[in-house]
């Protein structure tokens, strides 16, 4: 069974910066994604990656702000977020396993983590 776990969110002021981390233990994923969902509306992708070929894919929402990267080890995946805005307030998951039908579909993935609030006030 795969364990993630989502660490970095907090409080932060638009315009601000955070950065999220997700590790796997023990464990040799190749597509990463990051979702976010925001309280009454649906989860949605925002990044992807593949750890093995870098390529990355972005949501038009996050596209020039945000930045998915991984550690040398590949072991810990990276959510860095600047100039954020209060709409991006959200809780934020990791996911792993993918299987299709798009890198930024919440159903294309098969193991989540517990996630991480992120709030970003005005």
């Known amino acids: 069974q795969v364990h993630l776990v989502e660490s970095g969110g907090g409080s932060v002021q638009a315009g601000g910066s955070l950065r999220l981390s997700c590790t796997a233990s023990?464990?040799?994923?190749?597509?990463v994604g990051w979702f976010r969902q925001a309280p009454g509306k649906e989860r949605e992708g925002v990044a992807a990656?593949?750890?093995?070929?870098?390529?990355?894919y972005y949501s038009d929402s996050v596209k020039g702000r945000f930045t998915i990267s991984q550690d040398n080890a590949k072991t810990t995946v990276y959510l860095q977020m600047n100039s954020v805005k209060p709409e991006d307030t959200a809780m934020y998951y990791c996911?792993?396993?993918?299987w299709g039908p798009g890198f930024l579909s919440p159903g294309g993935y098969l193991n989540w983590g517990q996630g991480t609030q992120v709030t970003v006030s005005s």
């Open positions: 990656m593949h750890t093995g070929t870098t390529s990355t």
């Open positions: 023990g464990y040799s994923w190749n597509w």
């Open positions: 996911a792993a396993d993918y």
